[in-house]
């Protein structure tokens, strides 16, 4: 498991742009066959990928959590982006085709996962907050996420937020989790932008094939940018914005967790304020 220590935004205006994908960008996500890991010190959240072939692959615990499992003190949300596959949590299975989440409650002993065609597998997305209090698992389909459209062709950037896991249609300690789908001539997002003072929020962006996202960071007043490719996540610590635009439509995977759950707790910034 990789461990991430984020810059605060004194020291990341004077990061070069390699220095600020080390610290920022998680670039290795996806990987055929592995579970991949890390774990940032931004509310203790954990970004990870699994994709398993012929062998059914496990989230297990270890020195860098203190736990006996993975699972012991904390609550993960999954939502695959690949084909068919399988989320065993201890003696129960759940299948999750494209698009479809899962929320795993603190307390799950054993993780696993399987995908449906190994020359077709799975892709499981996941995102893990400490949790100080056990609620049911429970899988969401795309379906029945709460949508909400926002934007318009006019702005470039049309498109529905699907909201996976946040109360009270799924109950959980402090992750809150969705995914934003772009329609076609859009490429925006989350314009105009704000920051979370009170949640460190991760997006994974994908379905965008060989183009590229440049993703907006950093404080208001002095805003930076990541060169962002297909499977790849950036951690937006609470003082930062994040917002997006492609050079061609795309769909990325929003996660927070920190102080409370509220989806409207933001602090919006003016375009005055963005330089």
Not at 31 to 54: C, F, M, N, W
């Amino acid at each position: 498991m990789d461990i991430r220590y984020l810059a605060d935004q004194v020291r990341y205006q004077r990061m070069d742009t390699a220095e600020l994908r080390q610290t920022f960008l998680i670039d290795d996500l996806f990987q055929p066959g592995k579970v991949v890991l890390h774990y940032t010190e931004a509310d203790r959240a954990i970004v990870g990928s699994v994709v398993p072939l012929a062998k059914t692959l496990t989230l297990t615990g270890g020195k860098e959590l203190a736990s006996d499992y993975f699972g012991q003190r904390r609550e993960v949300g999954i939502i695959n982006i690949g084909a068919s596959g399988k989320v065993g949590l201890d003696d129960q299975e759940y299948i999750l085709e494209n698009s479809e989440a899962i929320y795993i409650g603190r307390g799950c002993r054993k993780i696993r996962f399987m995908s449906k065609n190994k020359r077709s597998p799975a892709k499981f997305y996941l995102l893990s907050y400490p949790a100080h209090h056990s609620y049911p698992h429970k899988k969401i389909r795309l379906a029945e996420a709460e949508a909400v459209q926002l934007g318009s062709s006019e702005m470039s950037n049309k498109r529905t937020i699907h909201k996976y896991i946040r109360p009270p249609a799924v109950k959980s300690c402090q992750l809150v989790m969705g995914m934003t789908i772009l329609e076609s001539g859009s490429i925006w997002n989350t314009m105009v932008p704000h920051t979370h003072e009170r949640r460190t929020e991760v997006y994974l962006y994908f379905n965008m094939g060989e183009q590229i996202v440049f993703h907006f960071m950093g404080k208001p007043e002095q805003t930076r940018h990541l060169v962002i490719r297909e499977g790849q996540a950036v951690i937006s610590p609470s003082w930062s914005i994040h917002a997006g635009a492609g050079t061609k439509a795309y769909s990325f995977i929003w996660g927070m967790g920190g102080e409370n759950q509220e989806f409207g707790d933001m602090d919006g910034v003016s375009m005055e304020r963005i330089s």
